[in-house]
């Protein structure tokens, strides 16, 4: 894939000794909330990309330390991975098979939107039709019951689909595709995996047992 663009799509899990400056190096590094990735994985940080419903987005938008972390403060983009339409719909059928959830659609993108354009960051919401057409193909990877997929997951099938253009680079590292019970962590390795194979896109290193997802 020479001649493009390295796009580096950096989880929060385990990264290597040493993976930091093949990270920095790259043209585009996208990181995930709170950007747990940051140091072993290097410090470049173009675009953060956040999980804006429920206690994570709470969580970021509350307190400011957040808002004042060397790698959001770097950032150029923040991205919203979650459409608030959608989770809202989502909200009664939860309420009923995970009433635990209570405040898992809760829409915090509005606060999101208001950060970056008050600090002059580009601001985008992943479209929905990447969700939906993600949880139609994990149908193919015989997915245990989930909620959602991953935030890590719908920033790669958004990369894919929307950004990387012909003779981009897709690079994936800190993904263990292990974490939230409520994510099909198992059909997601194997979805990545049938990316990798078809040559969509790369992981840097191989995969650690121990990593945690996006």
């Not at 953060?48 to 330390?65: D, E, I, K, Q």
């Not at 263990?176 to 840097?204: I, M």
Request: aromatic share 8%; hydrophobic share 40%.
């Amino acid at each position: 894939m020479s001649g493009g663009r390295i796009i580096m799509i950096v989880g929060n899990g385990e990264v290597p000794d040493g993976a930091g400056a093949v990270i920095d190096a790259a043209d585009i590094v996208v990181r995930f909330n709170d950007c747990r990735s940051v140091g072993p994985g290097g410090r470049k940080t173009n675009i953060v990309a956040v999980c804006n419903t429920g206690r994570p987005g709470l969580s970021m938008l509350g307190g400011g330390r957040w808002k004042t972390s060397a790698a959001v403060r770097q950032a150029r983009e923040i991205w919203c991975v979650r459409s608030g339409a959608k989770f809202a719909a989502m909200r009664a059928g939860l309420a009923e098979t995970n009433p635990d959830l209570d405040d898992f659609c809760d829409d915090y993108t509005i606060g999101f939107e208001s950060f970056s354009r008050s600090t002059n960051r580009g601001f985008r919401v992943v479209p929905v039709a990447v969700h939906d057409q993600l949880d139609h193909d994990l149908g193919g990877f015989s997915p245990d019951p989930y909620v959602v997929p991953s935030s890590g997951l719908i920033v790669i099938a958004d990369i894919l689909s929307n950004i990387a253009m012909a003779g981009d680079d897709v690079v994936v590292a800190g993904f263990g595709h292990v974490g939230w019970q409520w994510h099909p962590f198992a059909a997601e390795r194997r979805y990545v995996d049938a990316l990798a194979a078809s040559g969509r896109l790369r992981r840097l290193h191989p995969l650690s047992s121990s990593s945690q997802g996006a």
